[in-house]
């Protein structure tokens, strides 16, 4: 998910789904809403790739938008608060279900996919693009790109299955960018391993009319064929080692490293008080830093560095547990509140269920991770990697 104000619509107009020279094309068609997804799109995309799985006459799948501004900003926000008011549990689960199944097929595509990932990329923009990484396929960048998952903003958490590729970041900058939420571009993503290739934006066009045109024999040729388009692996490896990422790394991974975000605070503290550093970025670092973690939720900072922690398992599992924390998200957790705050009334004066970073205990934190449902009534039961 990511904070975008917008209401809920079943409508699948704003998803074009088509074939051409044997490539799968979804198109995102919602600019005026930065093509947050709404459970029609979800269900619209989940359907053409159902389609298409077992169509030898479709060789690989991509998805792009052709708005500058935004791939993906996310989710259908103010529906999901609406809903919950309403005490319409149906609705929220019915939407948080549709679009995990969705992150689960692109994740186990039998396809090559590819995802352009161009503007704004978050929350559940993140869910429709990462997956490519397990496909064969790929994830392009440009320099317009943002990603995030700045969930913690409005009481969420990482969700969309994010927690596992959160994992497997270098270091501890998985546990860094789902406590923060902090938005990186796209020399930060390729430097985490949320990117693949990069291309500047300008190209983006004409390379994909050349997908429609120029023959290939299988979704391997076509991956190729934007690879060979796209900058060098040296100029990428160049571009990513120079991101802000890669310069505050030594200073993430020595304060994120820590097993809970009180400790992680303390950590960030001591460093502001090392006034007899020769160098004081450091210091000056982890002063914004601070002040970036004491307008977040607390509880929803717990839960996503746990989401990260927890996220060794398979995907399946992960995107079943955050179901599971949607629940209690809502029900126990901040994203009320949050939305409210960041959305609904926007002054931005959020009344956290917890005050400070270090009132939330490992009793309360794992209480968000209880399951309503037994193993063999989860909705997402059926999924398997």
Same mark, same amino acid.
């Given at each position: 998910?990511? !904070?975008?104000?917008?209401?809920?619509?079943?409508?699948?107009?704003?998803?074009?789904?088509?074939?051409?020279?044997?490539?799968?094309?979804?198109?995102?068609?919602?600019?005026?809403?930065?093509?947050?997804?709404?459970?029609?799109?979800?269900?619209?995309?989940?359907?053409?790739?159902?389609?298409?799985?077992?169509?030898?006459?479709?060789?690989?799948?991509?998805?792009?938008?052709?708005?500058?501004?935004?791939?993906?900003a996310?989710?259908?926000?103010?529906?999901?608060?609406?809903?919950?008011?309403?005490?319409?549990?149906?609705?929220?689960?019915?939407?948080?279900?549709?679009?995990?199944?969705?992150?689960?097929?692109?994740?186990?595509?039998?396809?090559?996919y590819?995802?352009?990932?161009?503007?704004?990329?978050?929350?559940?923009?993140?869910?429709?693009?990462?997956?490519?990484?397990?496909?064969?396929?790929?994830r392009?960048?440009?320099?317009?790109?943002?990603?995030?998952?700045?969930?913690?903003?409005?009481?969420?958490? !990482?969700?969309?299955?994010?927690?596992?590729?959160?994992?497997?970041?270098?270091?501890?900058?998985?546990?860094?960018?789902?406590?923060?939420?902090?938005?990186?571009?796209?020399?930060?993503?390729?430097?985490?391993?949320?990117?693949?290739?990069?291309?500047?934006?300008?190209?983006?066009?004409?390379?994909?009319?050349?997908?429609?045109?120029?023959p290939?024999?299988?979704?391997?040729e076509?991956?190729?064929?934007?690879?060979?388009?796209?900058?060098?692996?040296?100029?990428?490896?160049?571009?990513?080692?120079?991101?802000?990422?890669?310069?505050?790394?030594?200073?993430?991974?020595?304060?994120?490293?820590?097993?809970?975000?009180?400790?992680?605070?303390?950590?960030?503290?001591?460093?502001?008080r090392?006034?007899?550093?020769?160098?004081?970025?450091?210091?000056?670092?982890?002063?914004?830093?601070?002040?970036?973690?004491?307008?977040?939720?607390?509880?929803?900072?717990?839960?996503?560095?746990?989401?990260?922690?927890?996220?060794?398992?398979?995907?399946?599992?992960?995107?079943?547990?955050?179901?599971?924390?949607?629940?209690?998200?809502?029900?126990?957790?901040?994203?009320?509140?949050?939305?409210?705050?960041?959305?609904?009334?926007?002054?931005?004066?959020?009344?956290?269920?917890?005050?400070?970073?270090?009132?939330?205990?490992?009793?309360?934190?794992?209480?968000?991770?209880e399951?309503?449902?037994?193993?063999?009534?989860?909705?997402?039961?059926?999924?398997?990697?």
């Amino acid at each position: 998910m990511s !904070p975008v104000a917008l209401s809920a619509s079943n409508d699948d107009q704003y998803v074009v789904a088509r074939v051409a020279n044997r490539i799968g094309f979804i198109e995102l068609e919602r600019p005026q809403a930065l093509n947050a997804l709404t459970t029609g799109m979800v269900n619209a995309m989940l359907a053409a790739l159902v389609r298409w799985r077992d169509d030898p006459d479709v060789l690989a799948v991509v998805v792009l938008s052709r708005h500058a501004r935004s791939f993906c900003a996310g989710g259908d926000i103010r529906f999901l608060y609406e809903s919950f008011r309403a005490g319409d549990q149906a609705a929220l689960d019915a939407f948080f279900s549709d679009e995990y199944r969705l992150n689960h097929a692109i994740f186990t595509y039998p396809k090559p996919y590819v995802a352009f990932m161009n503007g704004v990329v978050m929350g559940g923009g993140m869910g429709i693009s990462q997956g490519a990484y397990r496909t064969g396929g790929l994830r392009v960048v440009g320099p317009s790109t943002r990603v995030a998952m700045p969930e913690t903003r409005i009481g969420l958490f !990482p969700d969309v299955g994010m927690g596992w590729f959160l994992a497997r970041t270098p270091g501890a900058l998985g546990r860094y960018l789902a406590v923060s939420g902090e938005t990186v571009d796209a020399a930060c993503a390729l430097y985490a391993g949320l990117a693949d290739v990069y291309l500047d934006d300008a190209a983006w066009p004409a390379l994909i009319d050349t997908l429609e045109t120029e023959p290939f024999a299988s979704g391997e040729e076509l991956v190729a064929r934007i690879r060979r388009e796209a900058a060098t692996p040296e100029i990428t490896q160049q571009t990513a080692d120079a991101c802000a990422l890669a310069a505050a790394r030594a200073w993430i991974d020595r304060h994120f490293s820590h097993t809970d975000v009180p400790a992680i605070l303390a950590s960030l503290e001591a460093a502001t008080r090392d006034a007899g550093s020769p160098d004081t970025s450091e210091a000056e670092w982890a002063g914004q830093m601070i002040g970036v973690l004491r307008e977040r939720s607390p509880l929803s900072m717990a839960v996503s560095l746990e989401v990260v922690s927890r996220a060794e398992d398979s995907m399946a599992d992960v995107l079943r547990r955050d179901l599971d924390l949607t629940r209690s998200s809502f029900a126990q957790g901040d994203v009320m509140e949050g939305i409210r705050a960041r959305i609904i009334d926007k002054d931005n004066r959020p009344t956290w269920r917890f005050a400070r970073i270090e009132d939330v205990t490992a009793s309360d934190v794992e209480k968000m991770f209880e399951s309503p449902w037994t193993v063999e009534d989860h909705p997402l039961r059926d999924l398997m990697e």
